[in-house]
Structure formats: structure tokens, C-alpha cells
């Protein structure tokens, strides 16, 4: 943490060796435990008990499909985050506006269940990449109304307009659906079962989900460390000043982040909505904070840990899902927050912003 | 130096003489305490008057944590609840399992469940949220801005989703946590020492309840504020590492915002919860938290004073300007829907508004106005306006 917050003697007086031994010990491996702990705790219950670990392992799959998702979405976090400093509150309901743009498209170009296998994946393609330029240029719109004009006001300023920009988005999509829950039809049919493994099966809906997200993720990840803008995105994200002295534009690039971010939450909004086959103008609340969880968890600013915090917090939904029960996953999924903030702030793998030194 | 006294100079013709604020701020006072005499004791004014005053308590508090110590806080919707929960838990036939009554008189005397004295409640519901926010405080003391206000997010959150899934925890023979979505409901009916027991037939005794409590936190925040610790406070909001240098103890000042700002937010807690009648587990929403926010937002962070007008004013265009006069206009338009249901987008679009265009608020704190209309520490009018 780059922000040292100087201990006062009424902390520091009783401390002696144990105490700093194991505050380095949970510095360094608490999170791991705490991350463990939920599967551990359900393969030992389920081994003790009747049955083996496949139960364990197809909240795994499951997990990891769900993950995808999330880690599309924190994608968008953690480079916001890197170059800007600013959490874009407003992201996890462009992800929403994706979902919605996507569910949309299908009524409006005829994909229905009727429709055969080619027209589908067609279809499913110009649908993915409409989703991804609207969400792309939603963000990139809102990051020129709300957030640029307070590029250098105090820093809560420009999270404030986020978290009205959040609920602006949230309305749009409570007029365009209403209220309740809207459903999707189920084009790829993602219950259906594709193969299965040492009793784990695998279905249509974890095989699109990691199909659509590891090419996006790998296309992302070269863009950005190959790419002469990607190379001014680094570098920009590194010192704005320095770049901008070197003659890179610093408001186009900031621009392009955005662009990025939010096309991979266009492409998550259509993947969850072939997942879960519902949606509803209050999914991109809870989906935002679980992405937000994610890049915490791999280190903000980070991409491969926002992919890889994704997938953990992904497994840590998805056991919770099927064990505890879907009305207490919030608050598991929020106590980890918590739990990574007070270990590890500063993630898994590390993060890599400007306070981070 | 020469720009900031232009800027500043319209400003300071309008600046009233240095007694005016003080004696303007009694006859205000005043003027609210006769208030209620104007109105049919069952007005709905009177109803919206009573909630704006409770909202005005907790702007007061979240404007000590957001405001004063410059600690976002997303959660503050927690001590609503916990505030609201210790009246459901103390003041209603909740627990019918046990029979205690401390201070009560009247019909509740022969009531099942766990029945004090609604100032014994208050006290409680301070206590039980000054604990909360030290609890909520204690993991955010190491993280930067934005990062509290996560954390303060996940911890709203989590309040949340106890209070709706409350009613599957058991805790003891029967008894639950919470009412979950059911609520709890009715609460006991209010009764205050040499008072008439308070009831909804008439709003006016509500009124100067809630008014009363009002002056107490007014009174409270405004000598904290001018304290040495609330200049802790606003040192740390400044710079923190400017104030820990400066011998600031950073952990004990941030945490004393949290447990004050949630002691106040407990206390209107508390007291919507016994004037609403209920304590329902939906109440308790991130929105509500928004809400609150966006009234110390539009009145100026830091400024104890736009603080209770900015409460006051949104309190208004929530329960009477969007649902009774404006709700029609977009049917007129040709649109169809309410502008009920475009509440918290307008909320969102004000934030942004405000934000962009007059980030100080409508009553600015001088100290703020000042930097953020000449940026922080970038131009040493900073000091020299301020002789």
C-alpha cells in the first residue's frame, strides 16, 4: 500500500513477535486459506459423507463457466482502474444495457427457437458484436460526459457521477423491461448436456461461455502488450504527465480503454444472457460488484488477475449457490470482499497502478 | 491571487455581517418549531415535514463520515437498519417468547415480547450503531478512498441481506433474527414522561419529537465540528499523511467518524421505525444509501447547513414533488410511464449534474468551495483568501 498508515503506540505497544509472526503469515497466505476454505470445507463434508468429489467438481465447471463472466466484466474494471484510478461504478450496468441490447436483437432479427443451427451462430455473432460496440460506446460516452470534466477535481467527484451515471443505466433498462424479471429464449439450449467426465458434465452453456470468452481475453491481452495504442495505454496507465510529454494523446487513449472495457462487458451481457436465460435491470448491480470483487482479488489494474479473480470468485458463487443457498450468495460473495481487503488489499497477483508504486 | 479575489468578490457583497448567520439560524429555528400550528395536525405536510426532518438526521450523520472526515461511505443504509431493527427487537411483540418492560405504561404493559422505554431505544440503537461502525471502520482504516467505499458497499449489503433472509436464522425457541420481507409490524405505540402517548390521529407531537432530536444532533455535530477532533477530521480529509505527520492519530479519528456518523444514523433509524410503524427488510436497499448521499451532496459535503437543506429539499422532491406533482407530466407528454418509477434515475442524473457543474453544493463549505474552485494546493490564494 502505497498510503502507510502510521500504527499509534496504542496499537503497536502489545505486539510482540508471535503477533508480527502472524501478521505476516496472514499477510501473505491468509487469503489463499480464506479462498480454500469453502472447497475444502464441502470435499471433506462430501467425502466424510455419502458421496465423492464430483459434486465438488461440477461446481467447479460450473464455476469456472460462470467465472468467465465475471471475468469479461472485471476486465473492464481493472483497466479503468489502471489508467484512471477511478472504480467505474457505471460498468456493471453497461454490462446490463449488453444483456438487454443482446435480448433485444434477437426479437428484432428473427432468432428464435425455430431457427436452425447456421442461423443461429450467425445470428448469435451480429448479435455479439452489436453488444459489444453499444456497450463500447456507452462507456466511452460516459467517460466523456461524466468523468472527463472532473478529471482533476478531488477524487470521490468523479465516483460520484459514476454511482449516478450507475442509476441513470439502471432505470434506462427498468423502462425498457419493467420491473420483474424478463426471460431470453434459450437459443443455445444450455441445459443440454454436451459430454461427461468422471461423473462431471459438462454443458452447452460453459462451452459457449469459455468459448467466447478465451479468444476475446487472448485478443485483449495481445492488443495490449503488442499494439502500438496498447503500448500508450501502458504507458499512460504508468504517468499520464510522462506520456503525455512524449507525444501520446492521453484523452484518446483513455477513450480507447474505455472502449475496450466496455465492449468486453457487451460480450458478457450477451454470454449471461444465454446463460441464465433471464434478466433484469438490477443484474448489472450485483454482477459489477462481483466483477469489482474480482479485480480486487487478482490485484487491480492487473488483467491477468481480474481473468484469473473472475474465475475464483466464479467457484466461490457457484459452491455457494448449490450449498448455502442463492439468497445468501451476496453476502459470501461481499464477506470476501471484506476478507481480501483486510488480508491482501493489494490481490493475488499484485496489482500494478500508479499508488502501488 | 488576483483571480481568486475576482472570483470570490461578487460573493462577498452578499455575505451577511458576522452575528446575522447566527440570529438567522434561531429564527429559522423558531419558525420551525411554530410550523406545525399552521397545518391540519393530519396533513400530509406535516407527514413529509416529519420524514424530511428524519432525513435531515442522517444526512447530518453521513455528512460527519463523507463530509467533515472525507471517508466515502456507500453502506450508510446499514444503520438505518440496525437503528430500525433495535426498535423492532425492544419496542414490539416480536420476541412474544419472553416478557420484559422496562419504563412502559399503558396497554403495552400487558403485551408479550420485549417492551422498553422509547428513549432507552434511541440510547440503544446509538449504542448498537456507534459498535457497527467501528466494526465497519476497522478493515477500511488501511485503504485508499474509493476502496472504503467498497467495503462500506459490501457491508450495506451484507446488513441487507440478513435483514431479508433474517426470518430463516433462528435464535432461539421460534425466534428469529428478523422479519424478513414480512416485517416487523405493528411497533409500540410511542409514549414519551409527561406526554400524551403519540399516535398517528395526530402528526404534531411527531413533529417537534423529531425537531427536537434535529437541534440535539444540530447542536451536537456543529460543537464537534469546530472541536479539535473535527479538525482532526478535516485535517485527515485534506491530507492524510499531511495530518499524520502533524501528530493526527489516524486510526483512532477515522474510526471515531465512523462510530459517530452511525450513532446519528442509528437515532433515525430508530425513529422512522417507530413513526413508520414497521421495520420491513426492503427499506434497506444500496438505493437508500444513494439517497442519503445525493442530500449531502446537493447541499455541499462538509456544510452542516446546505446539509439540512439539501435533506430537506430531496426529502420533498422524493415523497411529494415525483409522486403527487410531477408524476403525471409524462403521461401528458405522450410517454407511458410515471415519473415515480424514474425516481433514482433522477437521483443518478443529479449526482452527475451537481457533480459536474457545481461540485460545492448549494450551500458550499467554505473551506471546499475554495478548493474546488482553485484547485488543492496548486495556488496560495488558498491561504491568503482565507484572512
Redesign the interface.
Known amino acids: ?3 502507510t ?4 503506540p ?2 503497536r505497544a502489545p505486539a510482540p513477535r508471535i503477533v508480527d509472526a502472524a501478521r505476516a503469515f496472514a499477510q501473505r497466505w491468509g487469503l489463499i486459506v480464506v479462498l480454500l476454505a469453502l472447497p475444502v470445507f464441502y470435499g471433506i463434508k462430501d467425502l466424510t459423507g455419502p458421496g465423492d468429489l464430483s459434486r465438488l467438481a461440477q461446481n467447479l465447471v460450473a464455476g469456472l463457466s460462470n467465472g468467465s463472466i465475471w471475468a469479461l466484466i472485471a476486465v473492464g474494471y481493472t483497466l479503468v482502474y489502471g489508467i484512471i ?3 467505474n461504478f457505471a460498468h456493471g450496468d453497461v454490462f446490463m444495457i449488453g444483456s438487454f441490447t443482446a435480448a433485444g436483437l434477437f426479437g428484432t432479427i428473427g432468432l428464435t427457437l425455430a431457427t436452425g443451427p447456421l442461423g443461429i451462430v450467425v445470428g448469435l455473432l451480429v448479435t455479439l458484436v452489436v453488444a459489444m460496440v453499444v456497450c463500447g460506446s456507452l462507456n466511452v460516452m460516459i467517460e466523456r ?2 468523468y472527463r ?2 478529471r ?10 459514476a ?6 443505466l ?3 433498462g ?2 425498457w423491461l419493467g ?1 420483474s424479471p424478463a426471460s431470453v429464449p434459450d437459443l443455445i439450449h444450455a441445459q443440454q448436456d454436451v459430454f461427461t467426465v468422471l461423473g462431471v458434465t459438462v454443458q452447452r452453456a460453459d462451452v459457449v461461455a469459455i468459448a467466447v470468452t478465451a479468444p476475446l481475453v487472448v485478443a485483449m491481452t495481445t492488443f495490449i502488450a503488442r499494439s502500438r495504442l496498447g503500448k500508450a495505454m501502458r504507458a499512460t496507465a504508468q504517468d499520464p504527465d510522462a506520456a503525455r510529454l512524449m507525444g501520446i494523446n492521453v484523452d484518446t487513449t483513455i477513450s480507447l480503454t474505455f472502449l475496450i472495457g466496455g465492449v468486453m462487458a457487451g460480450a458478457a451481457g450477451l454470454i449471461y444472457a444465454l446463460y441464465q436465460t433471464t434478466i433484469w435491470y438490477f443484474q448489472g ?1 450485483q454482477a459489477g ?1 462481483i466483477a ?1 470483487t474480482a479485480a ?1 482479488m487478482g490485484g487491480i489494474g492487473n488483467l491477468k488477475g481480474a481473468v484469473l479473480g473472475g474465475l475464483i470468485i466464479g467457484c466461490i458463487q457457484q459452491i455457494s449457490d448449490n450449498r448455502i443457498g442463492t ?2 450468495t ?2 459470501i460473495v ?2 470476501y ?2 476478507l481480501i ?2 488480508f491482501r ?1 493489494q490481490g493475488l497477483i499484485g496489482e500494478q497502478t500508479r ?1 502501488a508504486g | 491571487m488576483s483571480t481568486a479575489s475576482a472570483a470570490l468578490a461578487p460573493r462577498g457583497r452578499f455575505a451577511l455581517p458576522p452575528g446575522a448567520t447566527r440570529g438567522l439560524a434561531v429564527l429559522v429555528g423558531l419558525l420551525a418549531i411554530v410550523l406545525p400550528l399552521m397545518f391540519d395536525p393530519l396533513s400530509g405536510f406535516i407527514d413529509d415535514a416529519v420524514t424530511a426532518l428524519a432525513y435531515v438526521i442522517m444526512a447530518l450523520g453521513l455528512n460527519v463520515v463523507v463530509g467533515f472526515a472525507g471517508l466515502l461511505d456507500l453502506g450508510y443504509v446499514a444503520f438505518f437498519a440496525i437503528g430500525a431493527f433495535t426498535v423492532g427487537w425492544f419496542m414490539s411483540s416480536f420476541y412474544a417468547g419472553v416478557n420484559i418492560h422496562v419504563l412502559v405504561a399503558g396497554p403495552v404493559e400487558n403485551l408479550p415480547g420485549i417492551h422498553l422505554n422509547f428513549i432507552l431505544v434511541v440510547i440503544i440503537a446509538a449504542f448498537l450503531c456507534a459498535l457497527a461502525g467501528t466494526l465497519i471502520g476497522l478493515p477500511t482504516l488501511r485503504l485508499r478512498g474509493d476502496y472504503i467505499a467498497i467495503v462500506t458497499l459490501a457491508f450495506g449489503e451484507i446488513i441487507r441481506v440478513f435483514a431479508v433472509n433474517g426470518d430463516t436464522i433462528k435464535i432461539a425457541s421460534g425466534a428469529t433474527l428478523t422479519g424478513g420481507r414480512q416485517g416487523i409490524t405493528p411497533v409500540d405505540q410511542l409514549k414519551l414522561p409527561f406526554l400524551d402517548p403519540f399516535t398517528q390521529l395526530n402528526l404534531r407531537p411527531w413533529y417537534w419529537l423529531v425537531l427536537s432530536l434535529v437541534f440535539i444532533v444540530l447542536f451536537v455535530v456543529i460543537r464537534l465540528r469546530d472541536s479539535r477532533l473535527g479538525r482532526a477530521w478535516i485535517a485527515i480529509r485534506e491530507d492524510e499523511v499531511a495530518a499524520a505527520s502533524m501528530g493526527v492519530p489516524l486510526v483512532k479519528t477515522k474510526l471515531l467518524a465512523y462510530t459517530v456518523g452511525g450513532a446519528i444514523g442509528g437515532v433515525s433509524g430508530a425513529f422512522l421505525a417507530a413513526y413508520l410503524n414497521t421495520v420491513n427488510a426492503d427499506q434497506f436497499a444500496f438505493s437508500f444509501s444513494i439517497f442519503v448521499l445525493a442530500m449531502i451532496i446537493l447541499g455541499g459535503l462538509g456544510s452542516i447547513w446546505g446539509v439540512v437543506l439539501g435533506a430537506i429539499v430531496l426529502s420533498f422532491v422524493n415523497n411529494r414533488l415525483i409522486p403527487d406533482v410531477l408524476d403525471s407530466v409524462p403521461g401528458k407528454l405522450g410517454l407511458s410511464f410515471n415519473l415515480t418509477d424514474l425516481g433514482f434515475g433522477i437521483f443518478g442524473f443529479l449526482l452527475v449534474i451537481v457533480m459536474v457543474l457545481r461540485p460545492e453544493g448549494l450551500l458550499p463549505e467554505r473551506r471546499r468551495q475554495i478548493e474546488l474552485t482553485e484547485g488543492v494546493g496548486t495556488d496560495e490564494s488558498v491561504y491568503e483568501v482565507r484572512v
Open positions: 500500500m502505497a498510503t498508515t502510521p500504527e499509534t496504542a496499537v484510478e477511478l472504480i460526459v461524466a470534466p472532473l482533476n477535481a478531488p477524487k470521490l467527484a468523479p465516483l460520484i457521477t454511482i449516478g451515471f450507475s442509476f441513470i439502471q432505470n434506462v427498468l423502462l420491473g448491480f460488484l469489482f480486487v439468497q445468501w451476496p453476502a461481499f464477506a470482499l471484506i481487503m483486510v488489499p499508488e
